[in-house]
């Protein structure tokens, strides 16, 4: 539950550690493997992904990293 409420987190390092603690998120997975998991037999499991691919359709609030 503590790693569902951190995936949930405004922070992106935050949210991202906390994917990559539960089984279904792997890295190496990409999109492919938050689509499979949104379709988990576990509801929390799958509201997360859900919401995780939501953010990665979701045009980006400001840009990461540098802007040059």
């Known amino acids: ?3 569902l409420a951190a995936a949930e ?3 992106a390092r935050v949210r991202v550690r906390a994917l990559r ?3 279904e998120f792997r890295p190496r997975g990409g999109r ?3 689509r499979r998991a949104a379709r988990s037999a576990d509801a ?5 992904a859900a ?3 939501e953010r990665l359709a979701a ?3 400001q840009p990461s ?3 040059a």
């Open 59 to 61: 045009p980006p609030a």
């Open 44 to 48: 929390r499991v799958a509201t997360v």
């Open 9 to 11: 987190d405004p922070s």
């Open 21 to 23: 603690a539960i089984p």
């Open 65 to 67: 990293g540098s802007s």
């Open 32 to 34: 492919a493997a938050l």
């Open 51 to 53: 919401k995780a691919l």
């Open 1 to 3: 539950t503590a790693l």
